[in-house]
């Protein structure tokens, strides 16, 4: 599972600076 959770921050990091404004999670905190 902390492969699957390193594969999520990285796609997760992409898709921040796509679309950073979009991030739901990062929005939440």
Excluded: G, M, T
Excluded at 3 to 24: G, I
Aim: charged fraction near 30%.
């Amino acid at each position: 599972k902390k492969v699957e959770l390193a594969n999520y921050v990285s796609d997760h990091q992409e898709q921040h600076q796509q679309l950073p404004w979009k991030c739901r999670c990062c929005d939440a905190q």
